[in-house]
């Protein structure tokens, strides 16, 4: 209970080395997949951008930016590239429905996010903080496209890292604002 009552994101572009390393990647990917998942669709798949392959893909973000927003200033296009270069590791969760499966697509959709928070949670678990973005690049066409395949949708960028910076609570909901209890009439 410790490990949920204490897991609270991190600001991305805070976030220092290290990040996990292969076998931490893992054990949190392998976490990441034990999702509630009726029909055993798997639909969910995860995209690992290595360190090394960081810059390219914030140089593709910048080319598909401009493309779809011509008009963009220099500084939105440097936030661009340096989105996809924030803290050490970047998974990519992505939603992958069956809609030829009589599994409804709400639920589909409800295992991708599981997927995605079940991820930052084991990433708590493994000692980091984690930071899931959406923004311009989650809801791109041509970012899609680049990270996966038709039909795809972008649940989320799950950053990963070590804290540079305190990690801040943020408010919370009262239970008694978000808690009801059904009664029969």
Do not use: N
Not at 62 to 84: M, N, S, T
Not at 118 to 130: I, K, M, N, P, R
Not at 134 to 143: D, F, K, L, N, R
Request: glycine residues 8%; aromatic residues 6%; proline residues 8%.
């Amino acid at each position: 209970m410790s490990l949920l009552l204490t897991r609270r994101s991190g600001k991305a572009r805070d976030m220092v080395a290290p990040g996990p390393d292969a076998a931490q990647l893992r054990r949190i990917l392998t976490a990441a997949a034990r999702v509630p998942d009726h029909g055993k669709l798997a639909p969910w798949r995860f995209v690992v951008v290595p360190e090394g392959e960081r810059a390219a893909l914030a140089e593709a973000f910048d080319a598909i930016y401009v493309a779809e927003k011509p008009e963009a200033g220099r500084l939105e296009r440097e936030a661009i590239r340096e989105f996809a270069r924030q803290a050490p590791a970047l998974v990519v969760v992505l939603h992958r429905p069956a809609p030829e499966s009589h599994i409804p697509l709400a639920e589909q959709t409800a295992s991708a996010a599981a997927a995605a928070m079940t991820l930052a949670h084991a990433a708590h678990a493994e000692g980091f903080v984690s930071c899931w973005l959406t923004g311009w690049a989650a809801y791109s066409e041509g970012v899609t496209q680049l990270l996966g395949e038709a039909g795809d949708r972008i649940v989320g960028f799950l950053f990963l890292g070590t804290p540079g910076k305190p990690v801040e609570e943020r408010p919370r909901p009262d239970l008694d604002d978000v808690v009801s209890v059904w009664r029969s009439a």
